[in-house]
């Protein structure tokens, strides 16, 4: 069965430093997403993407993060300079419509 | 969807026997999706089930069932037979469409704990 994988599944930066998460979607997937979550806290939205562009971001999504899909099978999330308030499990997800998948996410720990 | 409200924190059940999480959302829309998602103690989001706004018939996905109320905003998951396995986070999870946007929006989720 086709699943959205993540890599890495645990990175550690210091603070002020550039971060690339990467993600695989299913691939006949068209909507692509990040989500973040907080230790103990709710799924947030921070963006999503169709046609090769942003179609939507948060409040959270301000200029130290960035997306891309470099090569049509990748999708990266960048974070310029990490923030300790950045340490979270970020998941992503992708759909062919409204259900969406979601990978095993990576968690950021900012240190 | 802007407001999701799972209003039990935490709940608890013996295996076997049948629990109730609740979900309120607000919404102007008529048309759209709802979900649940399920999170193990690994963090990985699960799609559990979905509901078409516009149909009437309650979805069912095995154990799991709806009770959707459109009128009164309610997406209740119902879970029979609860196994060990059922231990987890539960997300009610309405999709928005509002403005052209597609995302998902949360609620703060129910601790599910099937006991022995």
């Known amino acids: 069965e086709p699943e959205v994988t993540q890599t890495p599944s645990h990175q550690v930066t210091q603070m002020g430093q550039e971060v690339i998460l990467r993600c695989v979607p299913i691939s006949n997937h068209l909507y692509f997403y990040w989500y973040r979550q907080i230790l103990g806290q709710k799924v947030e939205f921070l963006v999503s993407?169709?046609?090769?562009?942003?179609?939507?971001k948060s409040e959270i999504f301000d200029d130290q993060f960035s997306v891309e899909r470099p090569d049509g099978s990748n999708f990266t999330l960048k974070i310029r300079s990490t923030k300790l308030e950045d340490s979270a499990m970020y998941f992503c997800?992708?759909?062919?419509?409204?259900?969406?998948?979601f990978g095993p996410g990576t968690r950021l720990t900012v240190t | 969807a802007q407001t999701v409200t799972q209003s039990q924190p935490e709940m608890s059940v013996q295996e076997a026997e049948t629990v109730t999480l609740s979900c309120t959302y607000d919404?102007?829309?008529?048309?759209?999706?709802l979900f649940w998602y399920k999170q193990p103690p690994s963090r990985q989001m699960i799609l559990v089930i979905r509901?078409?706004?516009?149909?009437?018939q309650n979805a069912t996905e095995n154990r799991f069932s709806v009770n959707f109320q459109k009128a009164a905003k309610s997406f209740s998951l119902k879970i029979s037979d609860s196994q060990l396995g059922d231990t987890a986070m539960y997300f009610c999870a309405p999709h928005v469409t509002q403005g052209g946007s597609e995302k998902l929006v949360f609620g703060k989720g129910t601790k599910l704990t099937v006991n022995p």
């Open positions: 509901q078409e706004a516009y149909k009437q």
């Open positions: 997800a992708s759909s062919a419509r409204y259900e969406q998948y």
């Open positions: 993407f169709y046609n090769n562009e942003i179609s939507e």
């Open positions: 919404t102007s829309e008529n048309n759209y999706y």
